[in-house]
């Protein structure tokens, strides 16, 4: 069984619009990265507290808090930066999720051991309250290639894994090598496609990551996360300091958040799956 969560402030930075879009679509998941501007990193736990009743009132569960822990340079003062961390896990607990996104650090390269240490850190305070650190595979951080991945799979006991097939497109690995590399043992997968050619973002199955493949590939549960980025968005800049480069053009965020999950839809449904009650079964 596949479910199906995403994230919504792609469609709208405010709840009311997140909901919707979510309802729209037929998907009850959510991986909430940030609403009004503010990310998790820095959200006031009311506001977290008031964003999750509003959720949980439409039947839409938190599958993962999106945060952007990890996207910060090795030198970090990682005494200070546990206040972050733990900021990060009462935001988890607020909206009764047990997963939290994270990274691996920038200019890290030649910190392996320094990263490992980190990591193992975070995976400790994580476990305090009750909440996995999941870790993404994205360009420029440690963990960014599939011998990196599984650096960290061998030296940080307790870490999660997502992949997502995007982001692997500035290294020299095509999908097939990530794919018989890590996905035996992935969490959950970030979905949004690339062309390496030109590395423009594109709907899934548009590009090189062949997430048809992916599908074939699945066994048991697990969930998607449909993440777009078709479109900018409010809040990109917080997170992410690419440019962010498409082929398709859409009027709204809406329409480019309902491109991105009518084109995962239609794979599952070439591939056997049917939808029923918001999951896809084969």
């Known amino acids: 069984m596949i479910r199906l969560s995403a994230f919504a402030d792609e469609a709208s930075p405010h ?48 599958w993962s808090i999106g945060s952007g822990l990890g996207k910060a340079d090795i030198t970090v003062d990682f005494s200070e930066y546990e206040k972050t961390v733990r900021h990060v896990c009462e935001i988890a607990n ?35 309250y009750g909440v996995y650190m999941c870790h993404e595979n994205e360009g420029f951080i440690y963990g960014d290639n599939s011998v990196r991945v599984l650096e960290l799979k061998e030296n940080v006991p307790g870490l999660k894994f997502i992949y997502d097939p995007a982001n692997f497109a500035h290294t020299a690995e095509g999908a097939d090598v990530t794919l018989n590399a890590l996905v035996s043992f992935t969490d959950y997968y970030h979905i949004k496609d690339v062309d390496t050619t030109e590395h423009i973002i594109v709907p899934a199955g548009y590009g090189d990551g062949k997430i048809d493949k992916l599908i074939d590939m699945i066994e048991g549960d697990t969930v998607f996360s449909i993440e777009p980025h078709l479109r900018v968005f409010p809040g990109l800049s917080e997170f992410d300091k690419r440019d962010l480069k498409n082929r398709f053009a859409y ?25 029923e009650n918001g999951a896809f079964i084969k």
């Open 251 to 275: 009027a709204t965020n809406d329409e480019s958040f309902d491109a991105a999950a009518g084109a995962i839809r239609e794979l599952l449904i070439k591939k056997g799956y049917r939808e």
């Open 94 to 128: 607020i909206m009764e999720t047990d997963r939290i996104r994270m990274f691996s650090f920038w200019k890290a390269y030649e910190e392996k051991e320094k990263v490992f240490d980190y990591l193992n850190r975070m995976v400790e305070i994580g476990k305090e």
């Open 15 to 62: 709840i009311e619009n997140q909901i919707a879009a979510l309802k729209r679509n037929g998907i009850s998941l959510i991986e909430f990265r940030g609403l009004e501007g503010q990310i998790t990193s820095n959200m006031p736990f009311e506001t977290a507290r008031e964003a999750y009743l509003k959720l949980k009132e439409n039947g839409i569960s938190v």
